[in-house]
């Protein structure tokens, strides 16, 4: 009878160690980039600390991990993939495709496989701009499919699909007819849907708000505001103008305080129409054409973002717009949502901080500290209640460019630059690099965290370090 009773607290033990230990979606629970877990390593290496590692598929999507499996998405010419793994072993499970609906041509920092998966214990969901959404259950049987797109976006289309309840919700920010999506998790029908009809392009993942008071609320990040919608109906509940040169990342929490960063200008950030007709409109005819365009070294390779209408000649009405994305009030902002209504006030905004701001990588709370980590290595550190600064500064060893955002547990964080460098900091506001370990490969993918080991997408392999369990 003692055996059996240890057996069954042992199996239960374990149960609620897998469940917390999940790391279901972009950035993990509810996008916070934490997880609580502990015995995370320091140093690790392709040849140290490597419980396993195996050869993937390219794609830029991040890992995310749920009942045990590991699930990532990739593409290969003509179809999409989704990829399941054993998270203990690495072993591959299976792998489904699907043949690509649209070709839509993509930007080069971009891929078709860029949208990190959702996932829990009954399978995982998957969103390709070519195709639009699948899902599918543990064992690789096809749940359902909802078609999107074509997407109208230069960029390409990046934001992630989260599962909240029964729930799956999708943001379709593009150059018109943005949208945001509510799904039956089990079914794939339509709970709602929200028209954004004043929101441009973006790439950035929703986060769930759920006040100390009140119904919960869903928070979107876009290019030129912030929204909090009701969860139950996506009716907009508050909103606030804001400055982006193109929104990234997901917003975070602390409290009834949510988080945001925007790298925006204070300044048109590209010259007048008129100057540009003056080097390059060699017809005269008060437009430019792709031909014309594209000797531009600096813009011309953006011509398609310019062009709104598609017919292949830039007017001073599309410049004009295009050269004012990015105006306006910028910057890491505290905003208190808890009781937020309608239009903003600005006296919503707690504090402000507009240095080292960075353009991919999302912002992280972890303990009592606000955390940005920015191109050339720059790691700020800043008080989450007031905005006051508790340390700046640079790994020198990890230098160049980043898009994985940042990630913590076990008393550190993980910042990963594309080089394939990821800088281990003791957390704190007097933070301290206690290692910076080199992987060899780019990386654009952010790590995932489970159970005391760091999973690691490079370019052509997924690693899993950690000590042995």
């Given at each position: ?16 160690f ?14 916070s ?22 050869a ?25 993939l ?19 609906a649209?070709f ?29 959404l ?17 997407f ?42 929200t028209?954004?009809?004043?929101a ?33 109906t ?16 997901t ?22 129409f ?19 365009f594209?000797?531009d ?10 062009d ?17 994305m ?7 902002i ?14 919503a905004v ?16 972890y ?8 191109d ?7 008080d ?33 630059n594309v080089?394939?460098?990821v ?47």
């Amino acid at each position: 009878m003692l055996r059996r009773t240890l057996i069954l607290l042992v199996a239960s033990s374990i149960a609620a160690f897998s469940a917390e230990s999940d790391w279901t979606q972009f950035r993990g629970p509810n996008g916070s980039g934490v997880d609580r877990a502990t015995g995370y390593p320091v140093e690790f290496s392709p040849t140290r600390n490597v419980a396993w590692k195996i050869a993937i598929p390219y794609g830029q999507s991040s890992p995310v991990i749920a009942g045990g499996r590991i699930y990532l998405t990739a593409s290969e010419p003509g179809h999409l993939l989704t990829l399941s793994f054993d998270a203990k072993t690495g072993k591959e499970v299976w792998r489904r495709s699907i043949d690509r609906a649209q070709f839509a041509k993509t930007y080069k920092a971009n891929d078709p496989a860029s949208s990190t998966p959702a996932a829990d214990s009954n399978g995982v969901i998957v969103f390709f701009s070519d195709f639009g959404l699948a899902a599918y259950a543990p064992d690789g049987k096809q749940q359902w499919t909802l078609p999107l797109g074509p997407f109208k976006n230069f960029y390409g289309m990046s934001a992630s699909p989260i599962l909240t309840g029964d729930m799956v919700i999708l943001i379709c920010d593009q150059q018109s007819k943005s949208f945001l999506i509510a799904l039956d998790r089990k079914t794939g029908q339509q709970r709602w849907k929200t028209e954004r009809a004043t929101a441009p392009e973006a790439w950035t993942t929703p986060m769930v708000f759920q006040p100390s008071t009140g119904p919960a609320q869903l928070i979107v990040l876009g290019s030129t505001r912030v929204d909090g919608y009701y969860l139950s109906t996506g009716e907009s509940r508050w909103w606030m103008p804001l400055g982006s040169q193109g929104a990234i990342g997901t917003p975070v929490v602390k409290g009834n305080t949510v988080f945001v960063s925007t790298l925006g200008t204070g300044e048109p950030w590209m010259p007048t129409f008129e100057s540009q007709l003056k080097t390059l409109d060699k017809d005269h005819d008060g437009r430019l054409s792709r031909a014309e365009f594209e000797i531009d070294k600096d813009l011309g390779e953006h011509f398609n973002w310019i062009d709104a209408d598609g017919d292949n000649f830039l007017t001073a009405m599309e410049w004009n717009h295009a050269r004012e994305m990015g105006n306006g009030e910028s910057g890491a902002i505290a905003i208190r949502a808890d009781t937020a209504q309608g239009k903003l006030d600005p006296k919503a905004v707690l504090w402000r901080f507009k240095k080292n701001l960075p353009f991919i990588p999302a912002p992280l709370v972890y303990g009592d500290v606000f955390y940005m980590v920015r191109d050339g290595g720059i790691i700020t550190a800043l008080d989450p209640a007031s905005g006051k600064v508790f340390k700046e500064g640079r790994n020198r060893e990890a230098l160049g460019e980043y898009y994985a955002s940042p990630v913590a547990a076990d008393g550190k964080l993980y910042l990963v630059n594309v080089e394939g460098k990821v800088t281990v900091l003791k957390a704190g506001g007097d933070w301290q690099v206690l290692a910076t370990n080199n992987l060899n490969e780019e990386v654009h993918a952010t790590p995932a965290l489970s159970g005391g080991r760091i999973y690691v997408r490079t370019h052509g392999q997924l690693y899993c370090f950690g000590t042995s369990r």
